[in-house]
């Protein structure tokens, strides 16, 4: 079983920057595929970004050049920086850790409200 904390959501104005970290509980951390994910409310959970444990990088079409994925295996964290943040971005962030089918976890989610 692997516990993930999501941190750094809040309120912020069009064009501004969050910084959001999600924490592991597991020191296995860094064989996992890791993830953020969004969702608004009625809506489908998408994806925003994902590492692989070599760091290889994968974005949304939406977020491509603003939003940037990146880990530090010492520390057991994920983290998304969210730049020139637009009102769509308002969603709840979910972090994933991803190992297989039966081993794939979930946090319980930050808001990110982008509004002015």
């Known amino acids: 079983q692997v516990q993930l904390v999501e941190s750094g959501g809040g309120l912020v104005q069009p064009g501004g920057s969050l910084r959001l970290s999600c924490t592991a509980s597991r020191t296995i951390f860094s064989i996992y595929d890791m993830g953020w994910y969004r969702q608004a409310p009625g809506k489908q959970r998408e994806l925003v970004a994902t590492?692989?444990?070599?760091?290889?990088?994968k974005y949304a079409d939406s977020v491509k050049g603003r939003f940037t994925i990146s880990r530090d295996n010492a520390k057991n964290t994920v983290y998304l920086q969210m730049n020139s943040l637009k009102p769509e971005d308002t969603d709840v962030y979910y972090c994933?850790?991803?190992?297989?089918?039966?081993?794939?976890?979930w946090g319980r989610g930050t808001p990110v409200t982008v509004s002015s």
């Open positions: 590492i692989t444990p070599g760091e290889r990088t």
């Open positions: 994933n850790a991803h190992l297989s089918p039966a081993m794939d976890y």
